[in-house]
């Protein structure tokens, strides 16, 4: 049994930052890769970033030196800084987990909400 369970989502004012977290707990030996997606409703969910159980990340291009990923592998926790957020960034944004080569887990989400 695996959880994932995110966190830190939130309404904040344009040019505002949110830090979302997201934790994995379980049954599970390690965490392979972390990545945030992020959907609004009638859209398809995107993908945002990704980090490697070696720290490697990868980002959706929208998002570079915008959106800061990191993990602690210790605490099987990733985390997604998002700096300078704009109404665009508005979504729920959610957490999926590569265990191994190919079981992934997904999390239910947290609210992020950029508005004046």
């Known amino acids: 049994q695996v959880q994932v369970m995110e966190s830190g989502g939130g309404l904040v004012q344009p040019g505002g930052s949110l830090r979302l977290s997201c934790a994995a707990s379980?049954?599970?030996?390690?965490?392979?890769?972390m990545r945030w997606y992020r959907q609004n409703p009638g859209k398809q969910r995107e993908y945002v970033a990704l980090?490697?159980?070696?720290?490697?990340?990868n980002y959706q291009d929208s998002v570079k030196g915008r959106f800061t990923i990191s993990r602690d592998s210790a605490k099987n926790t990733a985390y997604l800084q998002m700096d300078s957020l704009k109404p665009d960034h508005t979504a729920v944004y959610y957490c999926?987990?590569?265990?191994?080569?190919?079981?992934?887990?997904w999390g239910q989400g947290t609210q992020v909400t950029v508005s004046s």
């Open positions: 379980g049954s599970f030996y390690s965490v392979n890769v």
């Open positions: 999926n987990l590569l265990l191994g080569r190919t079981l992934t887990y």
């Open positions: 980090i490697s159980s070696g720290g490697n990340t």
